[in-house]
């Protein structure tokens, strides 16, 4: 049965694409089969026909999930999915991982970014030309990431967007504050009113005697 990998991987699944372990050693008794992928919706698996060709207009890509129930993809023979497994190789598949291709109706076996959340459901099949010869379960549901709703963001209303408003429109105050202040003292050392000092010596000051004359030239007071 196929399964999303247990590696430890980032984005196993993501909002339009996920990863499969590779299908090591299911087909081994199948050298000339070329294995394809199957991915149906979860509700449209009974609906698949596995002798429906890939690349053909009821398996292309481009138009499912609309008018095709399951789509074909990542042909690959068995020399792609050698068996035992290498030690230490990271052998997966990421479903939706071309972007390319998405909308080239010249690609049908396109593996294109998967088109919502799902539920999807795939398996592996072998094909010997045109002809199924072995085929895997398939998979259980597998439900993509969905983005989050743009409702769901906080907005500038709540609590914690109005207090970082708050302390935004203090900081811009005294930052206009301290630049003003900055301002005013460059224009008033502009003006050579600060910044330099000059000194001059002082004047001496002479003070000059006088006498009291009408005590020396006046005669001694009589008794």
């Known amino acids: 049965?196929?399964?999303?990998?247990?590696?430890?991987?980032?984005?196993?699944?993501?909002?339009?694409?996920?990863?499969?372990?590779?299908?090591?050693?299911?087909?081994?008794?199948?050298?000339?089969?070329?294995?394809?992928?199957?991915?149906a919706?979860?509700?449209?698996?009974?609906?698949?026909?596995?002798?429906?060709?890939?690349?053909?207009?009821e398996t292309a890509f481009q138009s499912f999930p609309g008018s095709v129930s399951a789509y074909m993809t990542l042909n690959a023979t068995l020399d792609s999915y050698p068996c035992p497994k290498p030690a230490g190789d990271i052998t997966v598949l990421r479903v939706g991982s071309e972007t390319s291709c998405a909308k080239d109706a010249s690609r049908p076996t396109c593996n294109g970014p998967l088109p919502g959340p799902g539920p999807y459901r795939v398996k592996f099949l072998a094909l010997?030309?045109?002809?199924?010869?072995?085929?895997?379960?398939?998979?259980?549901?597998?439900?993509?990431?969905t983005a989050k709703s743009p409702s769901s963001i906080p907005t500038a209303g709540s609590g914690h967007s109005a207090g970082m408003i708050a302390i935004t429109a203090i900081l811009s105050i005294l930052l206009a504050i301290l630049l003003a202040a900055l301002v005013a003292t460059l224009v008033f050392c502009g003006s050579d009113s600060c910044g330099s000092s000059t000194f001059s010596k002082p004047e001496s000051v002479t003070v000059r005697r006088y006498n009291t004359h009408h005590v020396y030239d006046q005669p001694a007071a009589r008794l």
């Open 1 to 39: 049965r196929p399964a999303l990998t247990l590696e430890q991987l980032e984005g196993v699944t993501t909002a339009s694409t996920f990863v499969l372990d590779q299908p090591r050693c299911t087909f081994k008794d199948y050298g000339n089969a070329v294995i394809w992928l199957v991915v």
């Open 41 to 57: 919706l979860d509700k449209e698996i009974s609906n698949f026909n596995n002798s429906a060709g890939p690349g053909t207009p």
């Open 128 to 145: 010997e030309g045109s002809v199924p010869v072995a085929e895997t379960v398939w998979s259980k549901s597998i439900t993509l990431r």
